[in-house]
């Protein structure tokens, strides 16, 4: 799919609009190769029924531990399948898109898993630096994990308190963010600039050009790869935490809108901070009831229920 796909790595000032991100491009290049053509590739497209795919798809399992894939993997599976149809259309080598008729919920099995409070500070007094910063800074701002290593000391206004997002750096690749929407300004507030301000006078690449986590691996012409900083420090210090929740970059994204929700902040403001494009995937993908919010809730309700109907009981 040569407008969808290609193997060029593309650079911020040669963007091309009519392309998939590289970070899209690498996605669909690993469902391909692992799910798609070990079943598919020596079928003709005519010869693919929609109910052969359904039935393929309920039968995806991780090889190693039979784990059936998730559900929103699966329906990635098919929107790609979809895709390479709709190009095959487009060339005029097929005229029918079968996977139009495939069903495949995409809706989580399990909510995500969100840290309390006490959980975050557990995890940061046992990390080391760069992680333990990047970390608070994931924590406080619910920065994408490759916002958060795309920055650059020249992104961040001290003076003003603000944080701005200019690229987002996946597979070591930099590129533009997300959304036009990610590109918004993150409030940075004075804590979290004291820690980076005091990482950047640790720090031996400190220039305005520089990365905020530069590797000293590869003296500081890329950050560190997220990835290995999470293996080496992050698991084990989540194991000395105590901490027994399925934890990665993205959970403080997460824990993030969760956490606002639960202090009572507007839903909108929630939206800006996380700079989502929509309402909705703010509210059903970011925002959990906590317990105490949820029993706080109902225990209002019932207060309201029973005021009103003491209120109608007449005397006497």
Not at 52 to 58: A, M, N, P, Q, S
Not at 222 to 233: A, S
Request: net charge positive; aromatic share 10%.
């Amino acid at each position: 799919m040569p407008d969808i796909f290609n193997k060029t790595k593309p650079t911020p000032d040669a963007a091309d609009e009519d392309r998939k991100s590289y970070s899209t491009q690498v996605t669909y290049e690993g469902y391909l190769r692992k799910w798609i053509l070990p079943r598919w590739r020596v079928c003709r497209l005519k010869d693919i029924k929609a109910t052969d795919v359904e039935k393929w798809l309920k039968s995806l399992c991780f090889p190693r531990t039979g784990v059936p894939l998730a559900r929103g993997s699966r329906a990635k599976i098919r929107n790609i399948m979809s895709a390479l149809y709709s190009h095959a259309i487009r060339w005029e080598w097929t005229e029918k898109n079968p996977i139009t008729s495939v069903r495949q919920s995409a809706k989580r099995q399990k909510a995500p898993d969100v840290l309390t409070p006490e959980e975050i500070m557990a995890f940061l007094k046992e990390l080391p630096d760069p992680l333990r910063t990047m970390i608070e800074l994931d924590a406080f701002t619910g920065l994408r994990r490759g916002e958060l290593i795309g920055l650059r000391w020249q992104d961040v206004d001290f003076e003003n308190l603000v944080l701005h997002i200019r690229r987002s750096v996946v597979a070591m690749v930099e590129g533009a963010p997300k959304t036009e929407a990610s590109l918004k300004d993150v409030p940075l507030d004075a804590q979290t600039a004291e820690s980076l301000w005091a990482w950047k006078h640790l720090s031996p690449y400190g220039s305005p050009s520089d990365w905020l986590f530069a590797s000293p691996h590869m003296k500081g012409r890329q950050p560190y790869w997220p990835g290995t900083l999470w293996r080496y420090y992050g698991k084990p210090a989540l194991e000395r935490a105590r901490v027994t929740k399925q934890v990665s970059y993205h959970t403080f994204r997460h824990t993030f809108g969760t956490l606002l929700n639960a202090n009572g902040e507007n839903p909108k403001v929630v939206q800006e901070l996380l700079r989502h494009a929509s309402l909705r995937v703010t509210t059903d993908v970011y925002m959990q009831a906590v317990g105490p919010q949820k029993r706080e809730a109902q225990s209002n309700l019932v207060k309201l229920v029973r005021r009103g109907a003491v209120s109608e009981i007449k005397p006497g």
